[in-house]
C-alpha cells in the first residue's frame, strides 16, 4: 500500500502554531466568553433563552424540568457540557446575580451563602417577562438567524433585545488575551440615558452618567467613589467601584447595641465573609468586637456584637471594612463584541449608541417585515373585492371550466396568488356581511401600509418610534416596581478615616523581646529586663523593652533603615516566637541595632561606624511597608550602629582611639535623609560609642564598681568633626560609656 504522499504538507511549526492558536483565540472570544453590545448576551445565554421560547415556556404557562431544557440546548444548538449549560442556566435564575433575572426557577438554585444549585433533574423554569422583552420580534424577521452546528435547525445571530440588557445584567468573562466585567445598572436610569442620546446624539459622557449614576447591584450596597471617578470610569470603560455594605445600629436595652449588616457587596459569599470575621474575632484582630451571627432568612442579617457599650460603631465598621470583604472593588472593564463583531473596550456612549443602531435596524426590519404581510394580504383582499363583484360568473367558471384558475386570471387579470384564495374560498364566505368586512379590513391594512412606508422614509419618525418603545420598557419595570427600585444607593467619601489602634486593641503592657538570632516574641506584663528570658541553644538576648500593645515597635539596622512592627502583630505566648524576616524584609547580612517604641516627639541621632551623623525627626521612621524606610546612605563597607533618642543638647563621641570630643548638639543637621557629616574625627579608626547628655547634669560612663559622672566638660569639649582629647581616668577599656 503507497503512502499519499499528495496529502502530505511541509509547513513551518511556529506558523503553523501562530495560525491555529489565532484562530482557536478568536473563537474564544466571540463564540465563548464575550457579550454582544447589541443583546448582551453570550451564545450560551442566547441558545438557552431561545431554546426555551421554542419549548413555549412563557411567563403565563406553567414550568418545565431544567433537564429537559438542557437537553434540547445541548442536542439542538450548543454543543457543550450539560454542567455549563445548566450553570448559566442557574445564574440567569439567581436574583443576588443578575439584577434583572431571564429565567424564573422553581426549586433550589442556590443561595447568596455559595450554595449550589439542586440537580437540574429536580429544578424546573420558565422565561420572565424581561426576556420575553428580549426576544420580542424575534417572529418577525428583526434579525439575521444561522445554521445550527449540526444543520438541521436554525438559530438567532443576535436577540431583538428590546431592553438595553448589556448594562442592566452586565456580563463577565474571561477569554483570550482579554477579559470582560460589566457591573449590572437600573433599567430605568439606563433608559433615560437612552432618550438623552437619541435627543442629543452629540452630547459627551458627563450628561449620560448623570442619568446612569452608577451600578445597581443586585445585592445592594453603597457606591462609596466621587462623581469624578465614576465619570472617568464610564468614559475610559475601564475602572473600579467601590462597594461597602450597608449597616445600622440596633439599640437594645441598658445602653447596649448591636450592628445589623442588611445588604453586602456583589459576589461576595455571606457564608465566607462571616467565617472571615469570625476568625478575626478568634485572633483578637478586632478585640472590641465578641461576636457574629447570621440571622437571615429572607433578608441579609448578620449580627455584630460589641465589646461594650463605649465602642464608636463608625469606627469598628471602618476597621472590618478594611479587614474583610465587607468592602470590595468592582473592577469594570467594558470589553464587548461591537456591532460589527469587533472585540473592544468601549465607553458608556459608545455602548448606548451601538444599542440604538442595533434598535433601528430591528425596528426597520420588523416594519418591512409587516410591510410585506400587508401587501400580500392586500393582494388577496384585492383578489376577493374581484370576485364578489363578478360572482356569477366566477361560479360558473369554476363549474364549467376544465382549468378554472387559469381562465380566472385571464377574464379579471388576477395574480396566480389571488386566482389560488378564491379557489380556497369557502361557500359561507359568499354572504353579503363577508364583503363588507373584507373592505374594511382593505381600508384599514391600506391606511397602516401608509403609516409604515412613511415611517421607514422618515428618520425623525423611526427615532420617535424607538423612543416610545424605550418609555414603554421604562414604565414595564420602572423604579416604582419591586424589580426595578434602584437597590445601590451612593456616599462619596472625601478622605480615608484613620482609626485609632487604640479602638481596635485592647490596650495592655507587654515585654517584647528581640533575640541575637532574631527572633522576636512579646510576653504579658512589663518583666524585669534583667531577667534571664528563654531562647534556644546558641541564642541570646539582643533587646528587651516594655511597651504597650498598641505601640508601633521601631527597629534601625545596619543597612540605615527603619522598621516598623505593630506590637499586636507580634507572636505572643509560649516558645521562642517567630524569625524577625517573616515580619520585615531584613537583609540577610543585616543586623537590628537599636530597638524602641515610638513616641511623636523625640527625634533620633543615627550614625554610622564611620563617625558620620545626623538628627531624623520622629515624622521620618515610620515604615509603612515591610520593605522599611531607607535613611542613611552608606559607602561600602559601611554600617548604621546608632539611633540615639535626642534627649539633651550635648553630645559625646568616643573612638577606638580612646579619644573623647563633646559639642553642641545643634552643630548635627537635622535631615530626612543622607549620610550625614563627621561627627569626630578619626585616622583611620572608627567611632566606638556616642552619648547624648543635657548639658547642667554632665556625661556618665562606668567607673570600677560605680558610675562616673564628669561635670567638668572643658577638657573634652570642642567642635563637630575634632580630634577630641583623651578619655577621663577610669574610663571602661572597651571605649563604651556603659558595656
Known sequence: MTEPTEKVKDVQLAEELSKRYLSYAMSTIVSRSLPDVRDGLKPVHRRLLYAMRQLHLDPKSGYKKCARVVGDVIGKYHPHGDSAVYQAMVRLAQDFSVRYPMVDGQGNFGNIDGDGAAAMRYTEAKLTEYAMAMMEGLNENAVDFRETYDGEEHEPVVMPGMVPNLLCNGSSGIAVGMATNIPPHNLSEVCDALLYLIEKPDCDEDPLVKKIKGPDFPTGGTIVDSYSSILATYKQGKGSFRIRAKWQKEELSHGLYQIIITEIPYQVQKSKLIEKIAILINEKKVPLLTDVRDESAQDVRIVLEPKNRTVDAALLMEHLYKQTELEVKFNMNMNVLDSDGVPRVMSIKEVLADFLKHRINVLQRRVQYRLDKINNRLEILA???????????????????????????????????????????????????????????????????????????????RWEAISLEIKLIKDKFSK???????????????????????????????????????????????????????????????????????????????????????????????????????????????????????EPDISYLVASDAGKGFVVENSHILAQTRN????????????AVYCIPVTGNMVAVVGNNRKLLVFNIEEIPTMARGRGVALQKYKDGHISDIQIFKEEEGFSFNRGNGIGTEFDLITWLGHRAGSGKMVPNGFPKSNKFFK
Not at 381562465?407 to 379579471?412: A, D, I, T
Not at 541564642?539 to 505593630?566: E, N, P, R, W, Y
Not at 522599611?628 to 554600617?639: S, T
Open 480 to 598: 416604582k416596581t419591586a424589580l426595578g427600585k434602584r437597590r445601590t444607593d451612593f456616599a462619596e467619601i472625601s478622605e480615608e478615616i484613620e482609626v485609632p489602634l487604640e479602638v481596635l486593641v485592647e490596650k495592655e503592657p507587654i515585654t517584647v523581646i528581640l533575640s541575637e538570632k532574631g527572633w522576636i516574641r512579646y510576653i504579658k506584663g512589663h518583666a524585669n529586663l534583667e531577667e534571664e528570658f528563654k531562647f534556644k541553644d546558641d541564642d541570646s538576648l539582643s533587646f528587651a523593652i516594655h511597651a504597650q500593645s498598641t505601640d508601633k515597635i521601631v527597629m534601625f539596622d545596619t543597612s540605615g533603615k527603619f522598621f516598623t512592627v505593630s506590637a499586636h502583630e507580634i507572636p505572643s505566648g509560649r516558645g521562642f516566637g517567630q524569625p524577625l524576616r517573616l515580619m520585615v524584609d531584613l537583609g540577610n547580612t543585616d543586623e537590628v541595632v537599636s530597638m524602641f517604641t515610638y
Open 383 to 461: 383578489g376577493y373585492l374581484i370576485a364578489y363583484l363578478n360572482l356569477d360568473e366566477i361560479i360558473r367558471i369554476i363549474r364549467v371550466e376544465d382549468e378554472p384558475k387559469a381562465k380566472m386570471m385571464k377574464k379579471f387579470k388576477l395574480t396566480e396568488n389571488q386566482a389560488e384564495a378564491i379557489l380556497n374560498m369557502k361557500l359561507r364566505s359568499l354572504r353579503k356581511l363577508e364583503e363588507v368586512e373584507i373592505k374594511k379590513e382593505f381600508d384599514d391594512l391600506s391606511a397602516e401600509k401608509a403609516e409604515l412606508e412613511a415611517l421607514l422614509a422618515d428618520e425623525g419618525k
Open 628 to 639: 522599611g524606610r531607607k535613611i542613611m546612605n552608606l559607602e561600602d563597607k559601611e554600617k
